[in-house]
């Protein structure tokens, strides 16, 4: 069972930047492969971006590209989420998780498991 805590949300403007980091317990991290997922009140979990364990793949949906970066440092258990120019409507609480062995779609949220308790991100001016 591993263990994920993401942190780095907190609250700024629009065109501000973010870093949000998830640390991984566990001596398997550079196996797994993770996502960045997000949810607003009211709204659906949704998918943010996708990497693979080498990091050699990554994957985004449409609203972020060009914005946010998904990375990792398989030797600091790290997984990361560069967010640039970011606007209101990225405001949620965003979470880490890794994927499960499976054919479902890497953009589904039940693909994926041992997910972190999230970090708030909150963009207002």
């Known amino acids: 069972q591993v263990q994920l805590v993401e942190s780095g949300g907190g609250l700024v403007q629009p065109g501000a930047s973010l870093r949000l980091s998830c640390v991984a317990s566990?001596?398997?991290?550079?196996?797994?492969?993770m996502g960045w997922f997000r949810q607003a009140p009211g709204k659906e979990r949704e998918f943010v971006a996708y990497i693979s364990s080498s990091a050699d793949t990554t994957y985004y949906t449409d609203s972020v590209k060009g914005r946010f970066t998904i990375s990792r440092d398989n030797a600091k258990n790290t997984l990361y989420l560069q967010m640039n120019s970011l606007k209101p409507e990225d405001t949620a609480v965003y979470y880490c998780a890794t994927r499960r062995p499976t054919w479902i779609s890497l953009i589904i949220p039940g693909s994926y498991n041992n997910w972190g308790q999230g970090t708030q991100v909150t963009v207002s001016s």
């Open positions: 566990g001596r398997t991290f550079s196996s797994y492969v």
